[in-house]
């Protein structure tokens, strides 16, 4: 206890300007000894009485159990990895970056937010979720319980904390009733409720099924099987938690309608992955009305950043783009930006700085939901430059290596914000802009968006040899998409366009009785009405003149994904069965290169555009295959 205090004390003293002047004046004026150790009794005191805000303390009294005993158990491995995805998907607080910890606890269960970030939960509750359960179903439950107390963080309501604090003040838990005036407890159902709404959300859009765990059925209810093992009333529930059936029940209610809205944010997701954006946008704009998350801005964002590009493309040439940025979408993509040669009158177009402006807009929007997230903020840097607001792109990317100065994306997009930076201050940036991506590169040798910018820039210099040597790794390395600016890199090289029957070796088969272009109808009628999802998206902006409105199907049964345009099959997603999940490998090894690869949370999408279909990846293994109409 004591070792603990003195760490804090001491790390005070580091970080505070004004105890370090009064270290110097205790040490240089005898006569301060005996202030100095009142005041450090002061410290010690206070933190004695607040210790139970920090992690660290219950790591303290009750051990890490992912360090401890907890080493060889696998549900430790499977709760970190839910809680890296739920986190992802969370609204976040100012100044608390979620942290998980597993206290190695005995006795009953916990799961408690506390006010330093810092989410503890116990081997009682890896027990609750898993036994019996397996790591499928388990992992859906603790996604739930985690997505609770990050709702709690977000909102600022440490109310299990301050219940404990207050039990520990006033004695026994025999005294709750009488305790329940103390820490308000209708305010504290209320919130209890919200976090409820937020976290069946969060596993949600994490990717982990609720419907089994807020069922009607008692045998599909998590929140029932929770209160028996937990000894909590079904009907009653306790001071300070309302009865477990009615949180079902308004989970039920309340979420139900977001849930089902779900499938328009998969769905911007697998249009995206395509480069249908007009349509993705959409899909997305039509989620945020029922969910305005940070995500889902992001999302919108990148989707309008990459019209930009495609409308810069077409309408001022290839001859234009010289380097590749980062961006992301909740799943992430790589977006390309160009070097202009001249004014840059590409932000005189209407639709470029159209889509320019709401790509910066959402990703505002992001920003300000999430203080810690990475992805807005590439995307803004990289928006940014495109607007030729370097300082701006430079800022943003500040903002990541703050967080992470080893982060490759920013280092990357800061590189080339800095080089046009210093384009249109009359400096030469460039050879410094070289310097940063080769540290960039000695970091991560397989990144070829700086690969490639190393290249340019070599080639800028003159240093011939050294743009050869970047160029061949670009072309060479397994993960560089097989697009324009591998055709661009294959010219610089060889003098030509590489052979387009290059690593083409089939696809994979589509499930039967679906065609792609087929009249939606028909299938409706074999798989049953009861399975599809319909939803009017589209745009309603006046100042643009794009007003339009189309309807989206959403079929979902056996492990196939359905999505419809106006009744015609656009796209089809195949769930890879357990047996089918092959290693990522040696799926690129059978199909070759891909077109174009997009980066997600668990993997990556591997897109061959051409053939029209695209592999999704989880943790290494082919999860499913997106089958779409392909370029002819």
Not at 113 to 127: K, Y
Not at 432 to 460: C, G
Not at 595 to 620: A, D, L, M, P, Q
Request: hydrophobic letters at 35%; glycine letters at 8%.
């Amino acid at each position: 206890m004591v070792q603990w205090h003195n760490q804090k004390f001491l790390e005070v003293s580091e970080t505070s300007p004004s105890v370090r002047a009064f270290f110097k004046k205790v040490l240089t004026h005898r006569r301060h000894i005996l202030l100095f150790f009142l005041f450090f009794l002061t410290v010690i005191f206070d933190l004695n009485s607040q210790n139970r805000d920090y992690t660290q303390w219950w790591i303290y009294n009750h051990g890490d159990y992912a360090k401890g005993e907890g080493k060889n158990d696998p549900r430790v491995k499977w709760v970190f990895g839910v809680f890296e995805r739920v986190k992802d998907a969370a609204d976040k607080a100012e100044g608390r970056l979620p942290r998980l910890f597993i206290i190695n606890k005995t006795q009953g269960n916990i799961a408690m937010e506390l006010p330093d970030g810092g989410i503890i939960i116990d081997p009682g509750t890896l027990g609750i979720c898993y036994d019996g359960a397996g790591r499928e179903l388990g992992n859906s439950r603790m996604a739930f319980i985690l997505g609770h107390e990050l709702a709690h963080l977000a909102n600022k309501d440490y109310i299990h904390h301050e219940a404990f604090m207050t039990l520990q003040k006033y004695g026994d838990e025999k005294k709750r009733g009488e305790l329940a005036g103390d820490f308000k407890i209708a305010e504290v159902k209320t919130k209890e409720i919200l976090a409820d709404q937020k976290g069946a959300i969060y596993a949600s859009m994490a990717g982990y099924p609720i419907d089994t765990l807020v069922g009607e059925k008692e045998k599909d209810n998590f929140l029932l099987y929770w209160a028996r093992r937990t000894g909590i009333s079904d009907a009653s529930g306790d001071p300070g938690h309302p009865a477990m059936r009615k949180r079902a029940e308004f989970i039920r209610s309340q979420v139900s309608a977001v849930v089902k809205q779900v499938e328009l944010f998969k769905a911007g997701v697998l249009l995206f992955q395509v480069g249908s954006f007009h349509d993705a946008a959409a899909a997305f704009i039509e989620f945020s009305k029922v969910y305005p998350a940070r995500e889902v801005f992001n999302n919108i964002g990148a989707c309008y950043l990459n019209l930009a590009l495609d409308v810069i493309q077409m309408k001022f040439g290839e001859e234009y783009y010289r380097f590749r940025l980062s961006t992301t979408i909740d799943y992430s993509t790589t977006a390309e930006t160009l070097h202009p040669r001249g004014e840059g009158d590409y932000l005189k177009d209407k639709d470029i700085a159209g889509y320019l402006n709401k790509a910066v807009e959402y990703f505002q929007m992001a920003k300000a939901r999430d203080v810690h997230d990475r992805a807005c903020r590439y995307n803004l840097g990289a928006a940014s430059i495109l607007r030729k607001e370097y300082a701006e792109a430079m800022a943003a990317c500040d903002e990541v290596l703050k967080q992470d100065p080893q982060d490759i994306d920013a280092l990357n997009n800061k590189a080339i914000a800095f080089y046009y930076y210093g384009q249109n201050e009359g400096m030469d940036t460039t050879q410094k802009t070289i310097q940063t991506l080769e540290t960039a590169h000695r970091l991560k040798p397989t990144n070829n968006e700086v690969l490639y910018n190393l290249a340019s820039l070599k080639e800028k210099r003159n240093r011939l040899s050294g743009a050869k040597l970047y160029w061949e790794m670009y072309l060479t390395l397994p993960t560089t998409p097989r697009d324009n600016f591998y055709n661009y890199a294959h010219n610089k090289l060889y003098g030509k366009d590489p052979s387009r029957s290059a690593g083409l070796t089939g696809v994979p088969r589509m499930p039967d009785g679906i065609k792609l272009g087929e009249d939606f109808s028909g299938i409706e009628k074999k798989w049953g009405k009861d399975h599809v999802d319909t939803y009017k998206i589209g745009s309603q902006d006046k100042d643009n003149n794009d007003n339009w409105s189309i309807n989206l199907q959403v079929m979902v049964k056996d492990g196939i994904r359905l999505l419809a345009l106006d009744n015609t099959v656009e796209l089809v997603e195949k769930e890879s069965g357990p047996d089918e999940m092959e290693e990522i490998d040696k799926v690129l090894e059978r199909f070759g290169p891909p077109s174009k690869i997009v980066r997600h949370t668990g993997g990556n999408f591997y897109v061959y555009k051409e053939r029209g279909f695209s592999i999704k990846e989880i943790e290494g293994k082919a999860s499913s295959t997106i089958f779409f109409e392909g370029m002819r």
